[in-house]
């Protein structure tokens, strides 16, 4: 496309370009409306780039003589984007979302978000975990009057569930990337706070990495060292210990010594404990089978406000399938699953918190745990 | 219950029995028939043999992710021998599309390499297969329907997680064999 800049000398001159602006639904940057042309004043016209050449051989034909001012419309645009871009720096501009990092540049990651959108974003210290690494969350607020009420997601409390510590990094991203821009988020914004706390099993995670990617407990030994890792998702506070659990070490569901028995599902529970009475929606996101689970697990008498947890978690799976055509089974956890006890989200629910949805993201079953990574973006995609 | 909505987890685990089955048979490596949906789930009919289910469920193509195959199967878990694999009974709907075209492609491949086949990880930690070893995988899909089927109870869900190691078998006659260690995740006991 070019724009091209005209200074018409007579009144048949001003006459001929309202007939081509009109005919030829030409984009008038300057007047706007034909009928303001006037002869002696500046005309700029925007010319789609399949009629330059006729827009041309016509003022040619009526000797009516014109400069380009913007040679390429395009061009321009782009280059100005990346200007945008770079100036913005709302998120570190070399982060590949659509691949797995290790948990070393996840921590990296979070000090750059903060850094690079400190007016919206404060990183925070949750705990630490059983080999002694730091939790930390990101508080997504925006600035405002009001106190707000909470959503908390956390993500990766299964070492070797990757998708779902790469879907909180994901989300994060697209929230302050389109804050600004993008109307739902900026009312959700205006709204709620947001917690994410994009990897819970940090030593789990780590170890997925560099010893067993199918890892999924934590990392606290036992037996004098001859059996590790607790289910952290059998530990919480909820009927803990019942059904669906294994004593034994060795088993992957093993609930550990006691309930909140591991620092990493003590520093959640204390935290968001302090917080229950804020908190509207906990959210907790795993792989695979996608799902969306409601309580409970542990028992298949329904939760008090199951009615209107189904009927969002219901919107929640159409608009998800609206997407990609990926679909999601909805219902609580003990009827489409399995029975468990101890997990963090049924416990988030008998201490209060209305909204408690675990998420199991893609697939179901055909790659599983070790989903290839031109599946992040999709999968992440429609979550969001 | 026999009420129970067809995404009850009783039918899922009996519709992965019986897809184990399906993939077995009709499975190979150029074609991997995985679940996709359970429509429809009855049961379990409760008498002295066990414990039956009545399923209608979908399969989908992993190497035409279009297409999809109905399937009807009643699954029986027997309850005298534990040790005795399910009974399943089913039926495919219409004709699956012709794999031996990919079926030849792969064994030429095999044939024409200067060294017996030997693999790692498929896939891979972060979910990469090099387009080579797809068929690759795709037959040890098959293979594992059938461990699948016969290590079913109705306390198990198993889905095949990783190939730890594929060696091919050097054989002096004109068959391809192969030596696989794969790792099944069985989602209840996890």
Redesign the interface.
Known sequence: DQVLHIVPKTFQEVQHLQHLCSALLLDLWKPWLPEDIQAGEDLHIRVPAPLVQEVKDSLDQHTISYKVLIPDVQELVVQSMAEERSSQRQVPGDYVYT??HPMGEIYQWMTQIQESNSELVTQHYLGMTVENRPMYYLQISQPSDKTKKIIWMDCGIHAREWISPAFCQWFVKEILQNYKSDPNISRFLQNWDLYVLPVLNVDGYIYS?END??W?KNRSPHMNGSCYGT?LNRNFNSSWGTIGVSYNCS???FCGSGPESEPETRAVAQFIERKKSDILCYLTIHSY?QYILTPYGSTTTPPSNNEELMHVAEKAAAALMGKYGT?Y???STS????NNSGSSRDWAHMIGIPFSYTFELRD??????????D?IQPTCEETM | AMEDPPSSFRFRRAAVVAAGLIRYRRGGPGRGLVLRDVRRGRGPDIDDAGHKYHLEFVLEDLNDKDSTVNCTAEVLYHLGNRNTPPDVQFTTEGELKSSSEADHRFYNQIKSLEEELVAENIPDSHGNVPPALVPVRLLAGAAAGYVIWQNSTEDTELHLAQIKRVKQVKRSDEYLEFDYVILLHDVVSQ
């Open positions: 691949q797995y990495w990617r199918l999924r289910d088993s992957q569901v089978g679909s089974e909805v219902g009827l489409i699953l399995y179901k079953g055909t790659h599983g745990f070790v989903l290839p990574p599946q």
